[in-house]
């Protein structure tokens, strides 16, 4: 086996033997005099206390961020007069404070961390660093103490609900802060973080339906972050239609959201303190329940900033203050309805798709194999390979990880080159390799040598994952379709990078992109059916029912779009017949539950599990009418298997290790196979079985080679160790097989005779 190197080496990093390791003992004392005894946690390097505390000692600083390169944490030191506090957080997403100004005498300190460094000095081998520290040590202890003006006093502010609101209005927050602004200039040319400007005293509490009732005594400011994600997947909820139950903490404060279904007023807000029971307030709409928390965390903030004028160039609050501005328009706006959109020139699309009605399934299946035998031919090693990201692309493989791309010669898996290219999502366009990074720059590589040839900026997504489709052929120019932003598709010329054109859709969620020809369809949360031109971006026409939803991928059975509403494992669902063309609606069908998955198009058939994992079911309808052509058990699509049509026969490979064909035209089982064990044995991540050759490749624990018809084992399982997360066949016959572990490995059939009378 060998090893694809795409991540250097650093000689530096080699772990250092014990002698030579600092003493825990050491670093434990100076977290104790920092922190306090009860605090076990991480420190910045030694020098960089140092050199802080020294700074405050000169005067040159009177405050001091400190961030953690092995955590996301951060020690902050700020001067007051002859002492300094110490602080200590967890900056990962919402703040998490350990030791909050906690008072110790600048010499103390000064002194403590001089003696710290000098011992953990004695344990450096490098001399010109031991002598660094030990210069520094010594200034540490020599320091005089700079006396400094008296520090502005803190400022009170109160605000908000300062008196008892009127009785219409169910819910007001106010508030009271004690602020000190900080003594040190802001820097003119740059921003800031920072989480310890936050984390000023206060009181908080609540109006509720003629009540007072207090809240949070002290960081008020890290409540309030909390109550505005609480507000923020609750706008998300609505947007989407669907239930939300959120329940956050921050120290001994808890925000819960509950959004119900349906009513005026479907919200449940619940507030309380550890040492406190929660109060459930009922019977809020979303508007009642986000804006009193929008309004507290926007005056909060102008109060902040009326104080201190340099917290406007805080990266943390401006951040925050945009999210508020935002989350205020979007909860005074109401998500209208969808609205159905015929087009109205059908003719003209159906000419321009005649190439995607054509039945793409092979007229007749070829004869399989009479036996196969496979032998390994090479295995390499690819750090960080995604299956998701893995492509089979002519003559060689290509494997996107985060951080590079490598192309393999199919071969013999040597390497034929590697790039380094951040990116987060990765899709294979023909031969072109497209790579998105997160910030919305797009590359477009050249399989052939992998270098990029063309570059394109888009807006970030957010609201769901990346994803995006190919649109060629047919006298369109090659582009990608990417999903951007919260709602919108954006076309890419694969030749030059251009923008072709921007679409900016409704709702909010993940996209389920499906092309015929000329039509991109797409359902994101705004609960309609979408069809778009793939040439202009225009609007074909959009297909909406009062009541209704569509969260899933259509599917496209010849001239039908097959659609289902209702919410994944909900209770009520609907399957929709729409005209490609037109967006006509030619039929709707009830559904006895909700949809598990996206309907799939099975020849003539229209296949849609239903249910859950108790009753999950596969339902079977004729696409022209919507008529139940029958009904059984799911074999195992509705948790997760794929299925593939062969001939008359659904087969489907499900987790459990089990395949099953049935017969479309009535839903009896042809054949059934179990490959593997349903506890025991892992689960690959891609279960699409591969149809080449007369012969059905079927990923399971290990990769089986089966006859289509009867489902009879066309030779033993392919001799790898690999779970085939990614499986591919090229037309030689060959099988490759990749494991998210970072192995990848090629088999091919050995030689067979045949007699020949």
Known sequence: MSVIPIRPSFASSRTRPPAERPAREVVAALGELLLGPDAD???PAVADILSAAIALAEGGRQKSILPLAVAPAELV??????EAFVSYYVADGAPEVRVLDRALPLRALLDGVADTATKLAAHDSDPTS????????ERARAVAIRPLREPPPAVLKRGGALERPPVEVPLAFGFEASIAPVADPPRQSAM???VHAMLFDGKLWVWARDRRIPLVRGPIMLAIARMVAAVRALIDARERG???NVRLRAGSFTVGVR?????????????GARDAAPVAIPELSVEEAALPILRLASDVLHALVSVDRSQSRNLRLTSLRDEVRSLRRRARTRPAPARAVLHEDPDRLRVACRAALTDESPAALAPAPRALRFDARWEVEVEGLDAASTFLCGDRLVVATPQHTVALDREDGNLLWGHAQAASASFMTGTVLVRVTGDGRVALCDVEDGETFATARVAPRTGGPPCGVLATGGGAPPVVILAEGRAGLVAVDLRTGELRWRYAGEGSGTFGLRRAGRILLFANGDGAVSALDVVTGELLWRHA???ERFVLRPAIAGDVVLAASGEVGGEHGALHGVDLFSGQPLWRRRLDTGPASEPIAAGDAAAVPLGGARDAALAVFEPRDGTLRWMTRDPGVCVGGASLVVDRLLIVNAPAGQVVALELEDGRVAWQRNLAHPVADDVPRRLE???RGGALFVPSAAVHVLRPHDGTSIGEPLPSELVPDWTRVDERGWVYVAEESGHLAALAPRPTLTLVR
Do not use: F, W
């Open 689 to 691: 079985p591969v149809l």
């Open 77 to 82: 030191l700020l001067r007051r007069g002859a």
């Open 545 to 547: 029912v009062d009541g």
């Open 192 to 194: 800031h973080s920072d």
């Open 259 to 271: 959004l119900a279904r349906g009513g005026d007023r479907p919200v449940q807000l619940t507030l």
């Open 130 to 137: 031991r002598d660094l520290v030990l210069r520094l040590s």
């Open 242 to 244: 669907k239930p939300a």
């Open 41 to 43: 946690v991480p420190l």
